[in-house]
Each structure stands twice: as structure tokens, then as C-alpha cells.
């Protein structure tokens, strides 16, 4: 049973996830703030953290900061719950090592879904490594380079980059890539992905730009 910790200030958000949660078969551990939640680290990792941006001893962009800045908890998966909707607030949590996001108001079942689907965290696919030119994909280190230098990414990101690459040359449509990466049809939340694309763009450097957008189809990687 995997454990998660839900760190919301507000009451009746913080109930709803940890019974939705709960009755989903995890183990849960709630927390209205930060400080509790850090304490609590020291005691027990996570298998995946649920985390408000706005609480009220701690952003939870700088939170996940510190998450990713640590050998400790550097690979928890981490699902970022915001109001805010612009793509910038977006693209700045993904950008600081969140793996997902959900925006308020959101439904129970998406939220379950969007856990379990971040939680699988091994594809189905056998290959342990994958080289494309100087990238390597080494799935049993869950590691990337690029001519030998290490790319950090989150676990979304990882998995995005693996099922572009293993697919290379195949331009995979978006729905696809939704359904494989994120586990759920996530129509009108089509912007998740392209964030992630964004994202990992940017990371990759002059390799990102081999990653092509096909309009109105999806993307392909050359």
C-alpha cells in the first residue's frame, strides 16, 4: 500500500483528498503545513507527495525545491494542487521538479487517477537503454545524458522523453502520448503535455530541438 502525504491548509480540501485517498486503498498522512511535513520526512518517506502552493509558512514551488535538492527525496513523485492558472505559475512548478498538477476545483476521480497513474512508475517496455546520437536513456539508473553529461529531469518528463525516443521517427499523436504518460484522457487538458514538452525542450538544450510539434497532430522526435 503506498504511502502519500497531502500537504492543503485548507480543511475541507485536506478531508476530501485524504478520504478520496484513503478509499482508494493508500495510506495517507495529511498536513496543513509545511513545517509538520518536513518534520515528518525525517521519520518516513512518502511513495508520492500532494502539495498546495499557497500555504501559509511556505510557497510550494520553493517546497518542491527542496524536495529535488536532496539526495533523500529527490525521486519522490510530487502532484502540485494550484488555483493559479496561468500557463507561467504552470510552467514554474514544472519547471522546479513537480511531476504533475491539479487545478482547483477538481473531481475526486481525476485526482485518483493522475496519483495512480504517477505512481506506475516503470513502463511496460523491456529495453534498459536507449541511444540516440549522443543521448542515452538508461532505464534501470533512470538516468539521461547527453554527450555524457547528466540531464536532470522529473519523472514526467523522464517518461515522456522514453516514449518519444523509443518511438523514434513515428510521430505519436497527442491523445496517445496523454494516455501513456498520464494514464487518463485528459481532453481540454491538452496543455499538460504541452508544458512538458516545453519544459523538456529547454532541458535538452540544442537536443530539444529535435523534438518536433506535428500541427494538429502530436509531436515526434528526429
Same mark, same amino acid.
Given at each position: 500500500?503506498? $504511502? ?37 520526512? =525525517? ?14 509558512? =511556505? ?6 525545491? &527542496? ?7 529527490? #525521486? ?47 513502463? #511496460? ?7 540516440? #546520437? ?5 532505464? =534501470? ?10 540531464? =536532470? ?7 515522456? $522523453? ?13 491523445? &496517445? ?16 503535455? #504541452?508544458?512538458?514538452?516545453?519544459? $523538456? ?22
Amino acid at each position: 500500500m503506498a $504511502l502519500i502525504y497531502v500537504i492543503e491548509d485548507d480543511a475541507s480540501i485536506r478531508e476530501i483528498e485524504e478520504y478520496a485517498l484513503k478509499n482508494a486503498g493508500f495510506e495517507v498522512k495529511a498536513f496543513e503545513k509545511a513545517t509538520p511535513f518536513f518534520d515528518k520526512l =525525517e521519520e518516513i518517506l512518502p511513495d508520492l507527495i500532494i502539495l498546495d502552493v499557497m500555504l501559509p509558512d =511556505e510557497n510550494g514551488i520553493d517546497i518542491v525545491k &527542496q524536495l529535488r535538492n536532496s539526495s533523500f527525496t529527490r #525521486d519522490i513523485p510530487v502532484i502540485m494542487v494550484t488555483a493559479k492558472t496561468s500557463e507561467l505559475d504552470l510552467v514554474k512548478g514544472l519547471e522546479n521538479g513537480a511531476d504533475d498538477y491539479v487545478k482547483k476545483p477538481f473531481s475526486v476521480m481525476e485526482l485518483i487517477s493522475r496519483v495512480k497513474a504517477l505512481l506506475r512508475r516503470t513502463l #511496460d517496455d523491456d529495453v534498459k537503454k536507449l541511444e540516440l #546520437d549522443g543521448l542515452v536513456i538508461d532505464k =534501470e539508473r533512470h538516468e539521461v545524458k547527453i554527450d555524457d553529461n547528466l540531464i =536532470e529531469l522529473t519523472f514526467k518528463e523522464y517518461e515522456l $522523453l522514453y516514449y518519444l525516443t523509443i518511438n523514434k521517427g513515428i510521430v505519436l499523436r497527442r491523445d &496517445q502520448i496523454m494516455e501513456r504518460i498520464w494514464g487518463i484522457d485528459y481532453e481540454g487538458e491538452s496543455r499538460t503535455l #504541452d508544458m512538458h514538452i516545453k519544459t $523538456l525542450r529547454h532541458k535538452l538544450g540544442e537536443f530539444g530541438g529535435r523534438i518536433r510539434t506535428v500541427r494538429n497532430v502530436g509531436y515526434v522526435i528526429e
